[in-house]
């Protein structure tokens, strides 16, 4: 008997995605607040969340850590994933989106797209993520929604789908008129209940206005609702919701809501919102994964072969937690899974409902779940999970390569052996901290996205019992790259010394990737004519070249930006193999490395500086010094809103001098912008 599918359409996986300090895990503790989970709304400022459960993030008062929760709305079951917004932790926003089927982007009123919020947009369109947004802080002095609506248009290049206007501006914003349903919802108390009316008459010609402006918008993107727009000259509730529902998912329209989370207002017609326009796990296409190089496909059908993508590890002291998404059949507790990237089979132990840090147990669960599975002793961040006799292997989420390292070692020499085991936990945890040993000092050095990213794992290492670590000084990963190439090199691996023999012989030419010193990347292509080397030897010698790129001729770096053109070579009948040619490969790219003109690249950051007016010589004159280049600049609110690219070495303790300058009232964000050109000389290692 198969399972009822309308009980996956009553589910909803969504994530909430923004800037740091938009209001991000405020909407969540509302949510759970609105829908009966919590009984008592949680404050990120006085550290009483649900999500935000770690000691770190309690005292910063930042999210850092992805965190799950489940609740429930309107007959829907809702699975919530509160992301991090500083740029530092995106590779957790990644493997969250991964998993994710729907998102609800959340905007400052004041200051509307900032840039995290632009790269965590850009993140969900490379899953296709499909997404409501939520203009958070309404009552804020200065807040304005329909600027924050355009620079979501001028910025993100959505079509923004404004179903609400609000009523009262600033401190008195007490509630919106719904443009779909053309009613007033107003909050009067502070329960988060709104108390439903006509649309007022002081804001009724604008509000028709405003319903004019979505209909046309709607029209022009939908045909059926162009179809009965042009025969009625207006548009029916249902038409409106199917069609913002269908644009919401093709991602051809981006409905807007607006509210305050802080002061519960606006929580409800969200929910509403996410039942009405996010996708089930029934509504988004079929998960895609390969099985001996042949592609396949799995539904969301509880009934068919379990397969799941594991996309979050908590091994922490109560035991190691592995956090999966559930693409198709059932899983119950006890059953064992495969594991095709390892080739191991594990035995589920127990399945947990995700609650922060809280679980509930459940016998089972089934497709479109997120759940947590205790027991799985290999399973890794980004494995899948299958039915050992259907099995299938799923693409996990990209991990960004480390930008920042320090030095770490134990304090007292008996602790290394602690120190090692805290390392490997961490890596376990957060596959975009990487650890590895200095082949000059033998020192251990850990790698990370950011400076903030290497002191909370540092600090995590304390707060779970781990030995105390002195840190080295923070320093940049560099880069190598190629400005001047090569052409015609000729290498041959020869190599005969008793019983079958290596030969390999190959030409390159060596060149830049693009015009421009940064690019970063590396493309291998083959022109050779006549078979002169087969097919499955030029596969082995681009594997050779991809093999040379982990050290540098300059200092042992990795390269980019370059492209490998194999234009000749040639085969013996008897000692030519795959392992000659990539040796050749290998060999052969490291001497034409060594003729060819290589620069080295340094990361650089795009930074959004917001300092008053008066504080703006000051700053600027300091980004010129940490040889940073000014990109834009711009009022707002009172403020300057500064813009500029600045090497990532150089705002190593920039936060500290930044408020020295500014009286403790300057503030600024950074993001991942890339490598320049770096000057020369340059410490190397």
Known sequence: MRTNLSNLAAVRNLGILAHVDAGKTTVTERFLYATGTTHKRGEVHDGTTVTD??????????????????????????NLIDTPGHVDFADEVERSLRVLDGAIAV???????????ESVWRQADRHGVPRIAFVNKLDRAGADLDRAVDSIRERLHPAPLVVQLPIGAEDGFTGVVDLVRMRSLVWDGGDGTAVEGPVPEELAVEARRRRRVLEEAVAELHPAALEEFCARSVLSEPTLVAALRDLT?????????????????????????????????????????VHEDTEQRRAADPEAPFAALAFKVNAGSTGRLTCVRVYSGTIEKGDTVWDPGTGRTERVARILRLMADRHVQLDRAVAGDIVALAGLKSARA???????????????????????????????????????????????????????????????????????????????????????????????????????????LVYRHVKQDGGAGQFAHVVFDVEPLGA??????????????????????????EAGCRDALAEGPLGGHPVTGLRVTLTDGSTHVKDSSDMAFRTAGRLGLREALRVCAVALLEPV????????????????????????RVTGSESRGGSAVLTATVPLAELFGYATRLRSRTQGRGTFTARPAGYAAAPQPVPVR
Not at 382 to 410: F, K, N, Q
């Open 382 to 488: 980004g494995s899948t999970l299958c039915d050992a006799g259907a099995p299938l292997l799923l693409e996990p989420a990209v991990v960004a390569e480390p930008v920042v390292s320090v030095a770490v070692e134990a304090r007292r020499g008996t602790d290394t052996g602690r120190l090692v085991n805290a390392l490997a936990r961490l890596a376990e945890e957060d596959p975009s901290l990487v650890v590895r040993t200095d082949d000059e000092t033998g020192q251990t050095v850990l790698s990370g996205m950011g400076e903030l990213h290497l002191e909370v794992a540092v600090e995590k290492i304390r707060r779970d019992g781990g030995p105390e670590v002195v840190v080295g000084r923070p320093r940049v990963a560099h880069r190598e790259t190629v400005v001047g190439g090569v052409r015609g």
């Open 605 to 628: 950051a795009e930074v959004t500086v917001t300092v008053p007016e008066d504080a703006v010589g000051g700053v600027l004159g300091d980004l010129a010094a940490r040889r940073g």
């Open 53 to 78: 459960f770690d000691p770190q993030e309690r005292d910063r008062g930042i999210t850092i850590f992805a965190a799950a929760v489940s609740c429930g709305w309107d007959g829907h079951r809702i």
């Open 249 to 289: 998912r093709t991602g051809d329209g981006v409905v807007v809501l607006c509210g305050s989370a802080y002061r519960n207002r606006g929580i409800e017609p969200l929910l509403d919102a996410v039942v009405a326009y996010l996708p089930s796990p029934l509504d988004v296409p079929a998960v895609r994964g």
């Open 516 to 541: 421009e010193v940064g690019v970063t990347g590396f493309e291998f292509r083959s022109v050779v004519v006549g078979g002169r080397v087969p097919q499955e030897y030029v596969r082995a010698v």
């Open 107 to 117: 905007f400052d009123a004041v200051a509307g797209v900032e840039p995290q919020s």
